[in-house]
């Protein structure tokens, strides 16, 4: 009877052996899965730092590019506006001396104008304006004054655009990063806590819904273009 008890406590205690040494390989399991996704999620939460830095500084710098444009464009329209209004006060006193009939003084005035003034105010004569209610109002209409200084103006004013679109791209792609190192911080802190509670299930549970967040923000930050 004896020997049959001690037979039984002996089993009893060895499934108590196998069953702690059981848990402790699976706590030791859950240890090391938690050291790597803790691992993991500091290298990305560092790369996407450091990702979201570069386009921050790209998305000045394209600012920077948007500034120097619209100082040329404003520079270039002010001295497109001054070429106009000397070739305006040109073209009134040819008009009047053409009004006064001093064809000599009309002339002299044409063969002065400067260019594209000289050659738009041909091609507006060309059209006969005094008898052709069709013709344009003025040499200024004519697709001939063009301006070099207006043309400048609307590059820099394209530049400026295009520069301030990449400046916004650049800012967005930086906010994006930034998110994912609130992801991965957030990954960081799930693993952090896997081997607080009591229970190994529960533990288990939040590793691996760690894991998840870390799987998935990688696979969507890795679509994000890399500097």
């Known amino acids: 009877m004896e020997t049959q008890y001690d037979s039984t406590h002996a089993t009893k205690h060895e499934a108590e052996e196998e069953e702690e040494r059981l848990e402790a390989r699976k706590q030791r399991y859950l240890e090391l899965f938690s050291a790597i996704v803790m691992a993991a999620a500091t290298i990305l939460t560092a790369w996407s730092a450091y990702e979201s830095s570069r386009w921050s500084g790209q998305s000045s710098a394209h600012q920077l590019n948007v500034i120097a444009a619209l100082v040329n464009q404003s520079k270039f329209a002010s001295l497109a506006e ?46 006969d304006p005094l008898n052709n209610l069709q013709a344009p109002t003025s040499p200024f209409v004519m697709p001939e004054y063009a301006l070099p200084e207006s043309a400048e103006e609307q590059r820099w004013a394209e530049v400026a655009a295009a520069e301030s679109e990449a400046a916004d791209r650049a800012g967005t792609t930086s906010d994006r990063y930034l998110l994912f190192t ?34 998935v923000g990688a696979a969507i930050m890795f679509t994000l273009p890399i500097m």
């Open 82 to 127: 001054q070429r106009r209004s000397l070739d305006v006060s040109l073209y009134a006193e040819w008009v009047k001396a053409i009004n006064a009939n001093d064809t000599r003084l009309a002339e002299f005035t044409f063969t002065r104008f400067p260019e594209p003034l000289k050659t738009a105010a041909a091609a507006w004569r060309a059209t």
């Open 182 to 215: 609130v992801v991965f911080a957030t990954t960081l802190f799930f693993a952090g806590i896997s081997g607080k509670f009591g229970s190994f299930a529960i533990n288990a549970g939040v590793l691996l819904l760690g894991a998840l967040l870390l799987i």
